[in-house]
């Protein structure tokens, strides 16, 4: 049985207790790569994300960005810590069992697309769901691809279309089931300013709207100041945050990374 977005429990209930947590809670988790020389990828990083709120992930090239996605979603082992969705932690050893947990409940929007050449934009989109045994509102399927500006290309194929445009069958396809957790790595990078910012406004909906959870890796301080909260990393740990960024502070913070400036 799948657990519901919201779960409805008794006050003071286990339940309830376990609906107060954060949708995604990470304690104390590391993550090394390589035997001779050896990268700390994530060097003990702990970070609470409550339900219903939008953070971006920011930092210079390498700074663990997409090992902290990886690891906190289960696509990958930390080597040691904790990671909680929703108040549960799961076994990232078992990865049949990782997926059965993550499955209706994390979605993702990764650089690549891994959208199934054989089938149509339409059953990209609805398959997840379908594996998931949730029933899809196809009317709000088709209004999200219109969002992303895909109504006329249903029955296309992924390799009938432009890179951009699979990105956005990849984010369509991941907001319809509406997963209480949704991690996104650069979902704007393959788009113009015009659809990016469609894009963006989507996944904030997504959050304000519907109560998702979103964690969304970027380089673009413009994207960045579509979230609530920015984590920036650097050598594997995050070394600040910003509440309420705004693009300009955000690309100044990160100016302050590039080599021979102090950081603030
Ligand atoms: N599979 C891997 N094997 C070995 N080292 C890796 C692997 N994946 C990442 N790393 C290293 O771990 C560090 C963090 O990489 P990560 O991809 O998380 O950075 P990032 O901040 O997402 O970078 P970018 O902005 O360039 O995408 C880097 O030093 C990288 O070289």
Redesign the pocket.
């Known amino acids: 049985m799948l657990a519901p977005l919201f779960p409805r429990t008794l006050p003071g209930s286990l339940e309830h207790m376990t609906a107060m947590e954060d949708a995604l809670r990470l304690e104390k988790v590391s ?1 090394t ?2 035997d001779k020389v050896r ?4 060097d003990d990083v702990s970070l609470a994300l409550p339900y219903g709120t939008f953070t971006a992930v920011m ?12 690891t906190a979603s289960g696509l ?1 082992r930390a080597d040691s810590g904790r990671i909680l969705i929703g108040g549960q932690e799961f076994d990232t050893s078992d990865e049949t069992a990782a997926t059965r947990f993550r499955r209706g409940r994390v979605g993702f929007v990764f650089q690549a697309f891994n959208l199934l050449p054989t089938l149509t934009v339409w059953q990209n989109v609805l398959l997840p769901a379908r594996i998931a045994g949730i029933t899809v509102d196809k009317r709000r399927a088709r209004q999200v691809l219109d969002r992303v500006g895909l109504s006329d290309r249903l029955n296309h194929r992924p390799a009938e279309l432009s890179g951009g445009q699979q990105q956005r069958v990849a984010i369509a396809r991941a907001i319809v089931t509406r997963p209480a957790l949704l991690f996104a ?2 979902p704007t990078g393959a788009l113009d300013s015009a659809r990016a910012a469609e894009v963006l406004v989507l996944l904030g909906e997504a959050v304000r709207e519907y109560g998702q959870t979103v964690v969304m ?1 970027t ?1 673009d301080p413009v994207a960045a100041a579509y979230a609530d909260r920015v984590l920036f ?1 650097a050598d ?1 740990r995050i070394v600040d945050e910003m509440r309420a960024p705004e693009a300009t502070g955000v690309a100044a913070r990160m100016a302050a990374f590039r080599p021979g400036k102090v950081a603030a």
């Open positions: 993550k790569y390589g990268v700390a990828a994530l930092g210079p090239s390498g700074s663990g960005k997409s090992t902290l996605l990886n990958e790595d650069e890796v380089h990393l594997g």
